[in-house]
């Protein structure tokens, strides 16, 4: 039996919980300072995390490797059965050779790269995370933009920046939904506050879109779209939140920013798209020299393939077969989760799996049983195996032969596994660091700060999300903390749930799990410290303006805050 301790180390929470940052700091470190590849970096950081737990908090060392081991078959399934069958599908559009023309589609809404950013990695993404969530949304935009003609660097942190305002209301909210049943708020209501704080970022996500693919000049020849395309997705996700369905806001914000990008596009045409695609043309060719010349190249880090362009008569046939994947994606994903006997049967096959010597041993700080030694493996309603589905009839739509399509599997799953490892040793540091208390230690520290507390909060979600790489997990950790948290400093302990949530969101681009899930999208295997350092002042910017938002919204500005 262990119950953890709030603060293990002499009786201090503020030693406590600098001891407890330890495996945050080696993960910053290795990859930010360092520049370790990602597997590495997990794996020092489990270690640490490890070491923590046993030595100062007192966790079993039993415990700690079976805490371990939870993680890493969470890492497993559902989150890279998730990854692996998102890139397979990407890869049998290339192998059968629709791919191109969906190229060619994409090209008759727009050819210029800024406006490709815009409508792949911000509105079909935001549609993807609504739908399915867990890294899918990333890995599939990802080798989107690379195979239009996007250099790797730059599509895997476009891909992490866009996929920050959907990420709230991601998987039909089921981060919200979470928050309000482990605190008992309505999460209607924690939905509807969210929908006063994530539009804002919303709406100047595809500015900073622009920006990153073509910079000042970029913004200064695109804001228009831009900017009409991020105030409608956020208007669509405050009016959704509070006025029609919290678990519908992403699908209709995300539609209404691809419409009003597409009807905005028939009226008005940005110019500069020409020098943008050649300065991409001249950064892939420096790309492509670069991995030549590297080692990485070696180590299968070419993760997807990049069709040639050719030039062949769209007709309408080509198109549908073209957007035919993406379309299914839509249906299946839509109808296990909006129509309740079959996500009623869905969720009937999910085996709950006691974890063998830790579920029963392990308690949380309060006293209580932990929830989360009990591993739920998803074989049927997992957003992996639908993805698998999918592929399934794809590969029979597109009349390929089961050998061709079990080679492209097989392809992929090697070229996956330093990803694989990376991703296991993540959630293993995850578990281990939340069954043993050094989670719930940081954020009691923070929590500590009374009225200032408000400013604070976000940064919690932040943190969870960057440990768990999940929203839905950092809720998990932290949302009655948040509650209780308020109530004691005389806060409004739903403002404080929300911004948890609201917290997750800008953090999502940093989580270890992400940035491997982006690599491998787009073939910077072993490359994730240098997409790190391109993310995190971004991170960290967003997380700053949230901070003040949510402070001035619990003082000057809690007339927007709606009421029960």
């Known amino acids: 039996m262990y119950t953890p301790e709030l603060a293990p180390l002499a009786g201090s929470l503020l030693w406590s919980s600098l001891v407890a940052l330890l495996p945050l700091v080696t993960i910053f470190v290795t990859l930010g300072v360092l520049r370790w590849k990602a597997h590495w970096a997990g794996l020092a950081a489990l270690v640490v995390s490890m070491l923590v737990a046993a030595l100062a908090y007192g966790m079993p060392v039993g415990l700690v490797g079976l805490s371990a081991t939870e993680g890493l078959a969470f890492g497993l399934f559902p989150i890279m059965w998730i990854v692996l069958n ?36 911000f509105c079909f993404g935001g549609l993807l995370e609504a739908l399915a969530g867990f890294g899918a949304p990333v890995a599939i935009t990802g080798v989107m933009l690379m ?53 804002f970022f919303a709406a100047v996500v ?175 309603s997992s957003p992996g195996t639908l993805l698998l589905i999918t592929g399934i009839i794809v590969a029979i739509v597109y009349r390929m032969s089961l050998r061709d399509a079990a080679s492209v599997y097989l392809t992929q799953l090697v070229k996956l596994r330093y990803s694989i490892l990376t991703v296991a040793a993540v959630l293993a540091l995850a578990y281990v660091m939340n069954l043993s208390g050094q989670t719930i230690t940081i954020g009691t520290w923070i929590a500590g700060t009374g009225a200032a507390f408000a400013f604070l909060s976000p940064i919690l979600g932040w943190l969870g999300t960057a440990v768990t790489g999940s929203d839905t997990s950092a809720n998990a950790l932290f949302a009655t903390l948040q509650q209780t948290a308020g109530e004691e400093a005389g806060l409004n302990p739903a403002l404080l749930v929300a911004a948890n949530t609201s917290g997750g969101v800008v953090g999502k681009m940093i989580s270890p799990q992400n940035l491997t899930i982006a690599a491998t999208a787009v073939g910077l295997l072993g490359q994730e410290s240098a997409i790190f350092r391109k993310v995190i002042w971004w991170s960290l910017g967003m997380l700053a303006a949230l901070c003040l938002l949510v402070g001035l919204q619990s003082t000057v500005l809690s007339w927007m805050i709606p009421t029960l």
């Not at 397979?88 to 994409?106: A, H, K, M, N, Q």
């Not at 691809?258 to 020409?274: E, S, T």
């Not at 180590?299 to 198109?319: H, K, N, S």
């Not at 839509?330 to 969720?347: T, Y």
């Open 86 to 121: 998102a890139i397979w599908l990407y890869e049998l559009t290339v192998r059968s050779g629709r791919f191109e023309d969906l190229r060619r589609v994409i090209d008759r809404i727009s050819d210029d790269p800024r406006v490709q950013a815009i409508i792949i990695a």
């Open 147 to 199: 195979a239009i003609g996007f250099t790797a660097m730059r599509a895997a942190t476009v891909v992490l920046i866009a996929n920050t305002a959907p990420v709230a209301f991601g998987a039909i909210a089921i981060p919200i939904i979470t928050a309000g049943n482990l605190t008992g708020i309505p999460y209607e209501h924690i939905g509807a506050i969210i929908g006063h704080q994530t539009p």
């Open 206 to 380: 595809p500015l900073f879109l622009v920006f990153l693919v073509d910079g000042k000049r970029g913004v200064k020849q695109l804001w228009p779209l831009a900017l009409v395309v991020g105030v409608v997705f956020g208007i669509s996700q405050f009016v959704s939140s509070n006025f029609i369905s919290v678990e519908l806001t992403d699908i209709i914000a995300s539609l209404a920013g691809l419409a009003a990008a597409v009807i905005m596009l028939q009226f008005w045409k940005p110019v500069g798209g020409r020098d943008a695609l050649e300065n991409m043309g001249r950064e892939r060719e420096r790309e492509s020299a670069e991995n030549t010349d590297s080692s990485a190249a070696d180590a299968g880090a070419v993760a997807v393939a990049t069709p040639p362009r050719t030039d062949v008569r769209l007709t309408p046939g080509r198109v549908f077969m073209a957007l035919f994947p993406y379309l299914l994606v839509i249906v299946i994903f839509s109808a296990s989760k909006l129509v309740p006997p079959l996500s009623s049967f869905l969720a009937a096959t999910d085996v709950k799996i006691p974890w063998p010597g830790l579920d029963g041993n392990v308690f949380t700080a309060e006293g209580e049983l932990a929830g989360s030694t009990v591993y739920s493996f998803q074989w049927l």
